[in-house]
């Protein structure tokens, strides 16, 4: 698994805004299931106008252990 997530980085992936957790956005990719799969944390700090259930193109920047990634929206 942490193959997979590592070989994500510096990627960019088309993702879903599931909600928002204190800082965080999260984001699903397209090819994660909810509650399954990791997840795509983005900080909430310098982003205005995101809603959840829209899809924004996000670059993957680094893993969050043990299973989610950290992002940016681009």
């Known amino acids: 698994m942490y193959q997979k997530l590592l070989s994500q ?3 960019i ?3 879903i805004c599931d909600g928002v957790d204190g800082e965080n956005y ?3 990719t397209q090819y994660n299931s909810p509650d399954i799969d ?3 944390y983005v900080s909430s700090k310098t982003l205005k106008n ?6 924004y193109n996000i670059k993957i920047l680094s893993i969050v252990e043990p299973f ?3 992002g940016e929206i681009i």
């Open 38 to 40: 990791s997840v795509v």
């Open 50 to 55: 995101i809603q959840v259930g829209n899809f």
């Open 13 to 15: 992936q088309r993702a």
């Open 9 to 11: 980085i510096g990627k």
């Open 68 to 70: 989610d990634l950290r």
């Open 26 to 28: 999260i984001f699903r």
